[in-house]
């Protein structure tokens, strides 16, 4: 297939590495602007499969599955960042446009060069420190001071791949524990809420932000998300300036979920970023007339961004394991809208769905 022409026709197909509720979401905004979506997903019955006009099934490093993948798009995306950084070179080298870009995945993967992007170009974080062996770990602890939070550089999500150490004389054992991998040890922040934002940049390097969400987790996993949080101006340009440098520095195409913590004295510092549309802007979808789906999609096929200012309170509730099999009773509430993720089996913590509690603003 030729290089795509920007922006991109309706009729035009578009490809999403990853078959999970987040490719699902994007499918279907991707569609409603014309667009037919190739899905490259590992399992045959996958809830973005199931909402694309075509399915591929491979390994996301499968070169005949990202041949047939190029073949039949020129403009591919991700619904998550732990797609092989070498997967997204192959298909750019077939003349594929991958957005975001490699440089963004890059930075995703790692935590390490992810805090080290950020402090780089703006936008704070706590302090940090990397180990790759017992005794590295437990100087990394020393350095940043316990209680610290040890996570592995690479993979882990909702909570997995880290541990909390109390004393630099069990960083040795954690490290052990999470598998001798290479880590991050990370200084605790004694942070009042956590914020995150959701913003888009486009083709032609114009931008769009949502307002802020503020989010509350348990285990390790988003549980509920309110927006737009209730913040004052000084906190919500600070929110705006680390997204447009966030943005600008990785030169950006697509949305991007950043995830924030809000100190006592007001200074907002940068938890991690995720090149992707994120869980804490499932509240767009019923709270904006431009949800984060479609705003991605239209960035990355090139289209002008739409409007991201909230027309509704929302209160957005994730839906784990059994939480779904209530979906009758939350049909009955006139103020909710369900979105469900067509999801075969529930297993405790898994997202089955979530729902979005709407109220006038």
């Known amino acids: 297939m030729s290089p ?6 309706p009729g035009s197909s578009i ?33 973005a499969g199931r909402a694309a006009a075509k399915l591929i099934v491979g390994g996301y490093a499968d070169e ?3 041949a047939e993948l190029a073949e039949l798009t020129g403009l591919v995306t991700y619904e998550f960042e732990n797609v092989p950084a070498a997967s997204v070179a192959w298909l750019a080298a077939r003349g594929v446009a991958v957005a975001p870009g490699p ?16 402090n780089a170009h703006g936008a704070p974080t706590v302090a940090f420190a990397p180990a790759s062996s017992p005794a590295e770990a437990v100087a990394a602890v020393s350095q940043v001071g316990a209680p610290a939070l040890m996570k592995t550089r690479r993979e882990g999500y909702d909570g997995k791949g880290q541990r909390w150490v109390e ?43 949502y307002p802020l969400a503020e989010n509350h987790h348990e285990n390790g996993v988003l549980r509920r998300s ?35 913590f809000e100190m006592a004295d007001g200074r907002l510092l940068v938890n991690e970023i995720a090149p992707r549309v994120h869980n804490t802007g499932h509240w767009t979808q019923d709270g904006c007339e431009v949800d984060q789906f479609e705003q991605h999609i239209r960035a990355v096929a090139g289209w ?45 913590g898994r997202k089955m769905g979530h729902l979005n509690r709407v109220r006038p603003l």
């Open 103 to 118: 440089q963004a995945l890059a930075v995703a993967q790692d935590r390490f060069e992810e805090k080290t992007f950020l």
């Open 304 to 348: 002008p961004l739409g409007p991201t200012h909230a027309i509704a309170q929302v209160e957005m509730l994730n839906l784990l394991g059994d939480d779904a099999d209530a979906w009758a009773k939350y049909a009955a509430e006139p103020e909710t809208r369900i979105h469900l993720y067509g999801k075969r089996g529930a297993r405790p």
């Open 15 to 47: 490809g999403i590495l990853g078959g999970g509720q987040l490719g699902r979401m994007l499918a279907l905004a991707a569609a409603r602007l014309g667009f037919d979506v190739v899905v490259l997903e590992r399992e045959a019955d996958s809830p």
């Open 167 to 209: 004393h630099a004389a069990d960083a040795a054992a954690a490290f052990e524990a999470l598998g001798g991998a290479p880590v991050i040890v990370e200084a605790a922040a004694d942070f009042v809420r956590e914020l995150s934002v959701i913003a888009a940049r486009g083709r032609d390097g114009a931008t769009a932000i």
């Open 64 to 66: 005949a599955a990202l």
């Open 226 to 260: 309110i927006a737009p949080a209730r913040a004052g101006q000084a906190v919500v340009e600070q929110a705006e300036r680390i997204a447009a440098r966030v943005l600008a520095g990785l030169d950006y195409v697509g949305v991007i979920g950043i995830e924030l």
């Open 4 to 9: 795509p022409v920007f922006p991109l026709a």
